[in-house]
């Protein structure tokens, strides 16, 4: 499989695994109404859950620390996207093991990326990398979603699926520490440990309750996820026609296995 083809799998992957983390066990099962009283750990989970499902946008910023990851051109090790209800999404995804850059931009069915010069490098062997690198630095392949190498975009810049995924249990336990300030964000965090994983949510302090931060460590995981820019539009800018490439032109360069 090509890394171009990889690299919209990963995409896809990469959002999967924040709805496991964002979705798992400690933030779904129980709603507010289901609480009452003050807010306990399970309330305070359900509170950020409802007030992420009423998103109309956000922007995700996700690291993978993990080894694996970092030493994987074919994996990423970190993202920012902003996504929204409708599909439309604009943000970066860099990958491991010197494997390089590509800006994302989807909106309705049109996919924009913009490889750097590591990517093409790491994507085509010797003097073939080296030309793209020169030819398609700073031009963005330009397709739709019904093209097979760009079509993973479209699972991973749709919001409503990740708001969709939230149907698991809550844990027996979840476990309050004490309140602290993350980036100057004033947050509480929620723990809990399932299969050997231990996850924390970081919920805000004031209100509306949110989802400020998830992470989750254990053998070979190591990730984390941000959640910034709650129902702030995601940027609208669409690449002009002079710095775009249509995807069909490059497709013979791109290696299919």
């Known amino acids: 499989m090509s890394r171009t083809r990889g690299f919209t799998r990963a995409a896809c ?20 109404a289901q609480t009452g009283g003050n807010p306990d750990p399970r309330r305070l989970a359900a509170q950020a859950q409802e007030g992420l499902r009423k ?34 999404c604009a943000g970066t995804m860099t990958m491991g093991g010197n494997g390089g850059t590509v800006e994302i931009i989807k909106r309705g069915d049109e996919v924009w990326l913009k490889p750097d010069g590591t990517f093409w490098k790491a994507e085509l062997p010797g003097q073939r990398g080296i030309d793209a690198a020169t030819s398609l630095t700073g031009r963005y392949l330009h397709g ?41 964000t004033r947050v509480v965090p929620l723990s809990f440990t399932v299969n050997g994983l231990k996850s924390t949510l970081y919920i805000t302090t004031d209100m509306p309750r ?34 775009t490439v249509d995807i069909s032109k490059v497709r013979a360069q791109l290696p299919t296995k």
């Open 55 to 88: 998103a109309t946008s956000i922007r995700i910023g996700y690291t993978d620390h993990s080894a694996a990851a970092m030493s994987n051109n074919r994996l990423p090790t970190s993202m920012s996207l902003a996504l929204d209800r409708a599909g439309n």
């Open 210 to 243: 949110r989802l400020y931060r998830a992470t989750q460590t254990g053998q070979g995981t190591n990730l984390d996820l941000t959640f910034t820019d709650y129902d702030k539009p995601v940027p609208t800018r669409i690449p002009p026609t002079n710095e």
């Open 144 to 184: 739709s979603t019904a093209d097979a190498l760009l079509s993973g975009i479209a699972g991973s810049c749709d919001l409503s699926t990740l708001q969709k995924a939230a149907t698991v249990t809550a844990p027996p336990s979840l476990t309050e520490g004490l309140a602290r300030a993350l980036d100057d």
């Open 13 to 32: 992957a990469t959002t999967a695994a924040a709805v496991g983390l964002l979705f798992a066990p400690g933030l779904a099962g129980v709603s507010a």
